[in-house]
């Protein structure tokens, strides 16, 4: 079982990437389990045609301790296995404890023995990493973090901060750092800023993702661009760069 968690910025395009690598690599026959870290609870909505599903904390308020696989798994497109984290309501509770909780519930419910997913994708709030939000990095969830960034210098700066808090857990046998996902915004010399910044963090980057109008026409209607537009090159980006991923 292969497990990839990604960070980066709040709104860098985390969600459209992963949901487009999980339909990418479930295309090929992979059984792929996303799991969203965010109190939003949207990281799957691209792979459920715009509907937002039950989050595990949700359900946890809802039904304590009467709570199935069922109830926090849901089959999205492509059979993609779609699990939200959620979150606390505002001002009431700690985001990163959420996803503590809801790690701690898929496990006590066996969700990887029952399910048997070959790749586990972690689609994390990445602007910090603490608490919760570095559970994939240190505790053995993940084996791989990538960071999705693009030339911005908030973006950028993030990811610093990611890659050093990935190489400080990776010193005592965690998660490693396999590299950037450049998410392009088309801003001047972005690809020497990114190549530059990526060499700074001592890291490479493993695709560059065009900004392309396809991908707002498929998030509008609720879908991957793999699936929307599956003979598109932005679809064929989105599968090399699941290639790469699968690569050790």
Avoid at 113 to 132: E, R, S
């Amino acid at each position: 079982m292969k497990k990839i968690a990604f960070y980066g910025k709040g709104g860098i395009g985390k969600s459209t990437c992963v949901s487009n690598i999980s339909m990418a690599l479930a295309e090929q026959g992979f059984t792929v389990m996303q799991i969203g870290c965010d109190p939003k609870a949207d990281s799957t909505r691209n792979l459920t045609h715009g509907d937002l599903i039950p989050s595990v904390l949700s359900v946890i308020r809802e039904k304590k301790n009467d709570i199935c696989l069922e109830d926090i798994v849901s089959c999205g497109s492509g059979g993609v296995l779609c699990v939200e984290a959620g979150g606390p309501k505002p001002g009431s509770g700690c985001a990163g404890r959420g996803i503590i909780t809801a790690f701690e519930q898929l496990e006590e419910l066996g969700a990887y023995t029952t399910y048997h997913p070959d790749i586990i994708l972690y689609d994390v709030l990445g602007d910090v990493v603490c608490g919760g939000f570095a559970l994939p990095i240190r505790q053995g969830y993940a084996d791989e973090i990538c960071i999705v960034t693009s030339g911005e210098m908030m973006s950028l700066y993030a990811a610093d901060n990611i890659s050093q808090a990935v190489n400080n857990y990776s010193k005592r046998g965690y998660a490693a750092l396999k590299g950037l996902i450049y998410n392009a915004k088309n801003i001047e010399n972005e690809d020497e800023i990114v190549e530059k910044a990526a060499a700074e963090m001592n890291t490479k980057v493993l695709s560059r993702i065009n900004r392309d109008p396809i991908v707002q026409k498929a998030e509008n209607a609720g879908m991957t661009v793999v699936e929307y537009a599956p003979n598109s090159s932005q679809a064929d980006l989105y599968r090399k760069l699941a290639g790469i991923l699968l690569e050790d």
